[in-house]
């Protein structure tokens, strides 16, 4: 029997977990997983973090907990910066790790079509730093307007601009305005907090653009009954501490977030190979890059045309399958099988705008409303990674739908020592 | 009818809040409370979140939504930075507060005896920033030793000292002790997780000093079953990256976390009144303090003395009890009766050590073990305010103990933006 084959996935997301778990007590192959963190972020549910519905830790669980059982795979948490492809080595901040068969599945990030000075001030939604980041800029906003006389000032707080018209926008914007509405409401004395005003602000002429044009207008009415307002055709020029200028318009807000754009992890570039425009890798039909069949990339990271020609969008199911698929086509080709094309099953698409309405796409088939969002419910709570995980959404989940409340309102600060700050009067 | 009184609340603990809950409803009292952060914590369960067992929000509540039925109170966010007594008049940083009775209870927070540069290595447990960042540091010093290949800088990583054997020290050393043998032992393939060592440094003769000698032996031993070394009589005499020093001794550890001393609010300080050691403000039988028996100070920030002439402890069940009185008193008063002298009543006080032990003391009788765990559980449930975090802590509970799982084993960083990290390469 020959030694086994070493694989080096980049990545614990759902593209790298996934081919993870597929190769798990497979013969022959010698797994190891890099993550520059040690948790793996269930991200469809990551707004729910910002908008204090959930804790951190009922969507992300350890990659090393989720593959403990798994002999022939370590998980190492580090972060690879080079990648040679003639020796097969990954370079790492720890080391070299050799390879024969490389999964690059690093993501993406937040892009702000060149104004990085944008972010200071537009916190994206990728990570459980920025989830609690945004969470406390909102928070602190109705806690601001409370103790502010200036009524300026007071509606300067209580405006939240959501730029960018995707589903995580959408997500957003519904659960600040329902969340202004029920939650919040009657906990404040001196504002009203219904005053909130969100504007959500899209450059297309429409929001949604995945889903039909009926569905997206379904959408806009029920972000509508949620007091936000959907602006389209509105290209964001400047965005600073003040607020947010939209060519000619001036929108004063204290918070402003960002779901705009996105692009590839920068690691993708360095393999040599074809990026579009996001500084995604173009594969090959095999998922992996021309002229180095060894060598795969997955999930946001990749450039993979779909069936009608459009690159298949950075979703989970996409990643899932991907990395699935190019662990089955490792294991094929350990066994002397040939390789298959990777074809996406495309299961339908779906959002959700607040605290029960949804919209859900399956092939020519749609539908939104109450029942929608017990669909939604149901195929999130199910794909949660891990059994604890899904129980205590769940019941989080049940909680504050039957109490108008929202679980996890914390403000929590940047800085932890107590020495630094400068008047640390009373907790 | 008179106008009704205001009484300006400082710090939302358990002094503040239980005062605040009494007054709730009352007639004749117009109530304010300030607090500089938006929530109650329950301190007593801090160690959880900082050893993964909890999520900050399990144990943290908005101190709004907690008071949200009493109409006649509100509650800001801010900071009182200084106390007008002859004006009766509170300065924050949002603008001043008339009162006419007041009541100070800002807490305590971390002494490291004129050596404040150690706190960057040796983080101590008052907030839940504090609490994510030692859990930050304890995952993380697991993660860096998978990943190295020098055994003696494996070795510092698996070093954790903990200094002060009060309870909290006890209760850290404790939980660092369980996790790395039974949670994190199966998770990691390079290192065996059982090696770490777990140092307890008490400057002291013995641990546990509030406890009758008898039972801090039986929390040693206790201790010793989970692989924690207890050193007494050994004085911290410098800190820094690399480890600690105490006396001629030398630790090389890669975590240092710092149990050892508290000191009250500053805010204390600027009253005119007298201050003990620890900056407490000397109070009289009535919790006020001389000259001014309108203005009242509460919790650790109180230094009040016992029935053996020693000054009650920084405890939640004497600031909790002291909250109460002083909301009595101030109603006794606008109802024209007497002041009484207060009195604590002391239940008795408990630690835990690991996952299933505990020691308890109840006047004369004491007990130790398993059974006192199940009464340290029942009390903490009983008392963590609000019926979610009961409800949730105890599911949660449960969970970690059936499965030697731990629930919330996320690295956080401190950092949100993405576009300054230097080499944003995956997530």
Redesign the interface.
Known sequence: MSAPKKVVI??G?FAGLNAAKRLCHADGVDVTLV?????H?FQPLLYQVAMAGL????I???I??LL?RCRNL????????EIDLTNRVAVTD??TLNFDYLLL???A??S?FGH?EW??HA??L?????A??IRRRV??AF??A????DPVERKRQLTFVVVGGGPTGVELAGAIGEMSRFTLA?????IDAKLARVILIEAGDRILTQFAPELASRAVRELEELGVQVWTSSMVTSIDARGVEAGSERISAATVLWAAGVEA???GRKLGAEVDRSGRVVVEPDLSIPGHPHVFVAGDQAHCPGQHGKPLPGTAPVAMQQGRYIAQTILNEIAGRDRQPFRFQDKGQMGTIGRSRAIVEVGRWSFAGFFAWIVWLVVHVYYLTGF?NR??VV??WA?SYL?F?R??????????????VA?????
């Open positions: 980049v990545g997301g993550d520059r963190r040690n948790h972020l804790s951190p830790a009922d992300a669980a350890p090393r907990t403990s370590r998980v190492l948490q580090g972060e690879v910066t720890f080391g599945a690093c993501g990030q937040h702000y990085p972010e200071e916190p994206g990728k990570t459980v730093e920025q609690t980041e928070l602190t806690e601001t409370e103790c502010t006389t009657r906990d404040f004395r001196n992890a920068p690691l604890r129980l205590f019941i989080n909680w109490t409340r679980g996890a309102r914390l403000i929590v600060e940047k800085e932890w020592r107590s020495q630094s008047n640390a009067d009373h907790r």
